[in-house]
């Protein structure tokens, strides 16, 4: 065969070797130092990439230029890593399994992932990392029964009923909630954990398979009631469910799942009765697993600004109470008690870490979404508090999200959109494709999860709270608020000529009410009308 001359790039046949090529003429600059004048020089042959064949499959490299041969292997990296990024990443499947997470009193700042000092939660901070982590998430009420029917039904307080603490267990039968869609659209669904709508611990609707316990439970050796059967075991209560929880994973098919987890910790050991009162007052005993009670023992407690909070403006946090001292430093949640709580969080963690772990060598863990939040959050002194929750603070109301899902969430999202609790539901649905008729005050993340921000997103949310008389430093305290980007305006239901209002931009800490200052009038009056709207909608 007679071999011809090839291009840079271009493959001869067997044969002789092309020919060199005839000099040819170009104008080229000059050296240096002679930029600008022009001259004829005669080019040297350029060299070529002769690759010959001299019988079927010897292929070989005669000449080869470096430059050439970099930008070749440079190419041929970038096209190889894409094609394996193109195979890692799977396919969203069109029911994906989904496992919901929910920490009973967690602050949104107690998380390493969400920079503690000294808090170690590895397996949670997985979530995050591997995930999305929402910096502006808010529950809607901030109290345990209200919350969870929140988080269950995509409607707000007002709307879903569950008003309080009090024993509401027959209402509790009744809603609405998200895994009762999935039910029905072929979901085994699970639900472990405390309930606490009422002190009933029997089946809620929409559940194939159920392990909970009455009212609170109990830190230690908890009685579950699983399907149907109430059971006692040994240990502390969040290694049971944790064992529970990966006892029903083990147990199931190809079938997609939902499982949520409502855990007891890191609420405090007491009895709640059925008309909302508690049997310790103080709400200040956390029992963390004995292997757990010296964690974190040398480590300083943080505090936020607003442990210093005079109060002033706070007409109602300043009432006189009988038999209990003015809020103040003094009044605050003592050191320890933080420490027995994050230690509480560590079972938790490790819960999570076994239940990635078990996902993981199923090969489920990337079909699977995986949702960790909490019902809201808790006082560490600020603005004097401690055990009260119930306010509408940054500290009570802001709650960590972190959601998990790898076919449709970039590894480290950052998401500063508002959240509030009442979008889960809508959100499940949503990630599972499922259609339903049941109306949400709540609306679908997964815009937001799939790194979106709509442009009709909302600017405002709703906080309420109906009075109780748990804590008598907080009677005639019901009220409803609105939180926007700049403000948050509190109006209470009963108390009069007590309203707040905070410029969150500037005082983040919430210590200067401007509700009398005369520049912020027509500011208080716009929060007036969308908190109305918040409440008709």
């Given at each position: 065969m007679r071999g011809r001359q090839c291009s840079s790039t271009a493959i001869c046949e067997a044969g002789r070797k092309p020919d060199s090529g005839s000099a040819k003429t170009a104008s080229l600059l000059d050296s240096p130092g002679q930029s600008g004048t022009v001259k004829s020089q005669p080019i040297r042959p350029r060299a070529q990439t002769m690759i010959y064949e001299s019988q079927p499959?010897?292929?070989?490299?005669?000449?080869?230029?470096?430059?050439?041969?970099?930008?070749?292997?440079?190419?041929?990296?970038?096209?190889?890593?894409?094609?394996?990024?193109?195979?890692?990443v799977k396919a969203a499947p069109a029911q994906p399994n989904i496992v919901v997470v929910l920490v009973d009193d967690l602050r949104w700042d107690e998380l390493g992932c969400m920079g503690h000092p000294f808090v170690r939660t590895p397996h949670i901070d997985r979530i995050s990392r591997e995930g999305a982590r929402f910096r502006n998430a808010f529950c809607s009420t901030p109290l345990c029964s209200p919350m969870r029917a929140c988080l269950l039904t995509g409607r707000y307080t007002h709307n879903h009923g569950i008003f309080d603490n009090i024993n509401r267990s027959e209402h509790s039968h009744t809603l609405k909630t998200f895994p009762q869609e999935l039910q029905k659209a072929g979901y085994a669904t699970a639900y472990v954990g405390k309930w606490h709508m009422g002190n009933d611990d029997t089946a809620r609707p929409g559940f194939d398979h159920w392990v909970s316990m009455k009212g609170q439970g109990t830190s230690f050796d908890p009685t579950l009631n699983i399907n149907g059967e109430r059971i006692q075991f040994k240990g502390h209560t969040t290694d049971v469910l944790n064992q529970?929880?990966?006892?029903?994973?083990?147990?199931?098919?190809?079938?997609?799942?939902?499982?949520?987890?409502?855990?007891?910790?890191?609420?405090?050991?007491?009895?709640?009765?059925?008309?909302?009162?508690?049997?310790?007052?103080?709400?200040?005993?956390?029992?963390?697993?004995?292997r757990h009670e010296k964690l974190y023992s040398d480590d300083a407690i943080p505090r936020r600004l607003n442990v210093v909070d005079t109060l002033e403006g706070k007409r109602a946090l300043k009432r006189t109470v009988p038999g209990l001292p003015p809020l103040s430093q003094k009044t605050g949640t003592s050191d320890e008690v933080i420490r027995d709580r994050l230690r509480m969080l560590a079972g938790i963690d490790e819960g999570v870490g076994s239940l990635c772990e078990l996902l993981e060598s199923q090969?489920?863990?990337?079909?699977?979404?995986?949702?960790?939040?909490?019902?809201?959050?808790?006082?560490?002194?600020?603005?004097?508090?401690?055990?009260?929750?119930?306010?509408?603070?940054?500290?009570?109301?802001?709650?960590?999200?972190?959601?998990?899902?790898?076919?449709?969430?970039?590894?480290?999202?950052?998401?500063?959109?508002?959240?509030?609790?009442?979008?889960?539901?809508?959100?499940?649905?949503?990630?599972?494709?499922?259609?339903?008729?049941?109306?949400?005050?709540?609306?679908?993340?997964?815009?937001?999860?799939?790194?979106?921000?709509?442009?009709?997103?909302?600017?405002?949310?709703?906080?309420?709270?109906?009075?109780?008389?748990?804590?008598?430093?907080?009677?005639?305290?019901?009220?409803?608020?609105?939180?926007?980007?700049?403000?948050?305006?509190?109006?209470?239901?009963?108390?009069?000529?007590?309203?707040?209002?905070?410029d969150m931009q500037h005082d983040p800490y919430e210590m200067q009410n401007l509700i009398n200052d005369p520049a912020a009038k027509e500011t208080v009056k716009q929060l007036q009308a969308e908190l109305k709207q918040l409440m008709k909608d």
């Open positions: 499959g010897a292929v070989f490299v005669k000449r080869f230029p470096r430059f050439v041969l970099l930008q070749t292997l440079v190419w041929c990296c970038l096209v190889i890593c894409l094609c394996l990024n193109a195979v890692s529970k929880v990966n006892e029903f994973v083990k147990a199931q098919g190809e079938k997609p799942f939902c499982l949520y987890i409502a855990h007891k910790a890191l609420h405090p050991e007491l009895t709640q009765r059925d008309d909302g009162s508690i049997t310790d007052p103080s709400a200040a005993k956390f029992m963390p697993a004995k090969g489920k863990l990337d079909d699977t979404v995986f949702v960790f939040t909490s019902d809201h959050g808790y006082w560490y002194g600020e603005h004097g508090l401690s055990v009260e929750r119930r306010l509408p603070y940054e500290e009570g109301i802001r709650v960590p999200l972190l959601v998990r899902y790898p076919p449709l969430i970039k590894a480290g999202t950052l998401i500063d959109e508002f959240a509030v609790s009442v979008d889960l539901a809508p959100t499940m649905l949503d990630l599972a494709h499922v259609k339903t008729d049941q109306k949400y005050d709540g609306r679908s993340l997964v815009p937001l999860l799939k790194g979106a921000h709509p442009a009709d997103w909302r600017q405002s949310f709703l906080v309420e709270y109906n009075s109780d008389t748990v804590f008598p430093r907080l009677v005639k305290m019901g009220y409803k608020a609105v939180r926007t980007p700049r403000w948050k305006y509190i109006q209470f239901n009963e108390l009069t000529g007590m309203n707040e209002l905070y």
